[in-house]
């Protein structure tokens, strides 16, 4: 079984900065690809960033420019720097974590349980 844990949301004025963190934890062997996602109240989950381990990543069109993915590979950690928040930012933000474990050797997706960003205007 696969932990994966969110933290470093909070409460960010317009124009401010947060820094995300997203642990995996458990019976890993790999993770190929992890990810942020968010959900605004009302509306469908909606992909933010990903990143390979490689270290190659993908944004969605609304935060190029102003967020950042990264991964420390060792410590199956993922980070999202949030510079120049917007008040639409604001949502849940979910950490995923694609991940082959042992002794099964099956990759699946992780879920996290999320973590509020709240950006006023």
């Known amino acids: 079984q696969v932990q994966v844990v969110e933290s470093g949301g909070g409460l960010v004025q317009a124009g401010g900065s947060l820094r995300l963190s997203c642990a995996a934890s458990?019976?890993?062997?790999?993770?190929?690809?992890m990810g942020w996602y968010r959900q605004a109240p009302g509306k469908q989950r909606e992909l933010v960033a990903t990143?390979?381990?490689?270290?190659?990543?993908n944004y969605a069109d609304s935060v190029k420019g102003r967020f950042t993915i990264s991964r420390d590979n060792a410590e199956n950690t993922v980070y999202l720097q949030m510079n120049s928040l917007k008040p639409e930012d604001t949502a849940v933000y979910y950490c995923?974590?694609?991940?082959?474990?042992?002794?099964?050797?099956?990759?699946?997706?992780?879920w996290g349980k999320g973590t509020l960003v709240t950006v006023s205007s």
């Open positions: 990143i390979t381990s490689g270290s190659s990543t």
């Open positions: 458990g019976r890993i062997l790999s993770i190929n690809v």
């Open positions: 995923k974590a694609e991940a082959t474990t042992y002794p099964d050797y099956y990759g699946m997706d992780y």
